[in-house]
């Protein structure tokens, strides 16, 4: 079974310019998650989606990143534009079924975004 | 809210040492509980979970309990490898399935 794919994996950008991450879940997983990984620190959910609706996205800043997920299959991660403190792994993850406590989340390798 | 809190690393052990890395949890209802592993340069793999209190996870020679009257889940492994050096993420999850992470807790094994 394939895993949860990411691209690109390691991405350099100047403050101010924008950036894109793409995710393609496990084939036939509902619920996708984007999260951040600042380097020292564990995870934090950005945005979660079933199928293609929003679910919650209370930790998502807003006025510089967005989301989507079309046809509840891929999605894209934005940043525009960007902080050095956006400097981070962006973490794509998928599951099965939502609001099941239990249910094991599959995590794809990451895309590292370094801003200068 | 719910949150996790893992002791601090990292945590050095010469090979064959016994591991435990703590974890206690804050959270309201009745949350699952898991231990995640990055090694380096890899993405986040599930290595195990329980989803009820008393309920022992396993996997690959680690263990952890579900402790409600302690709000613990802790990390242990009789005999670590070299293979085993990488870091160490509890996290819970809630009814909403979402998982709510610790801060990490890096291990390195030394031949």
């Known amino acids: 079974e394939a895993g949860v794919a990411q691209s690109p994996r390691y991405k350099i950008i100047e403050k101010r310019q924008s950036v894109a991450f793409w995710c393609n879940p496990i084939?036939?997983?509902?619920?996708l998650y984007w999260y951040q990984q600042i380097l020292g620190q564990g995870p934090k959910l950005l945005i979660q989606f079933q199928n293609n609706g929003v679910v919650d996205d209370s930790q998502l800043p807003k006025d510089r990143f967005s989301a989507e997920r079309l046809k509840g299959v891929d999605s894209t991660l934005k940043i525009q534009p960007a902080k050095l403190e956006d400097s981070a792994v962006y973490l794509c993850?998928?599951?099965?079924?939502?609001?099941?406590?239990?249910?094991?989340?599959?995590f794809g390798e990451g895309s590292w975004l370094t801003v200068v | 809210g719910n949150s996790v809190t893992q002791m601090e690393g990292p945590v050095t052990l010469s090979e064959e040492a016994f591991l435990t890395i703590n974890c206690t949890y804050t959270a309201t209802g009745y949350p699952s509980l898991f231990w995640y592993v990055q090694y380096p340069g890899e993405g986040l793999q599930l290595l195990l979970k329980?989803?009820?209190?008393?309920d022992k996870g396993s996997n690959k020679g680690f263990e952890a309990t579900y402790r409600k009257e302690t709000t613990s889940f802790h990390l242990e492994k009789g005999s670590v490898q070299v293979s085993d050096s990488a870091v160490y993420f509890c996290a819970l999850s809630g009814n909403t399935g979402k998982l709510i992470f610790g801060q990490g807790t890096t291990l390195q094994v030394k031949p």
């Open positions: 084939s036939g997983h509902a619920t």
């Open positions: 329980a989803t009820k209190a008393d």
């Open positions: 993850a998928s599951s099965f079924q939502e609001y099941l406590s239990g249910n094991t989340i599959y």
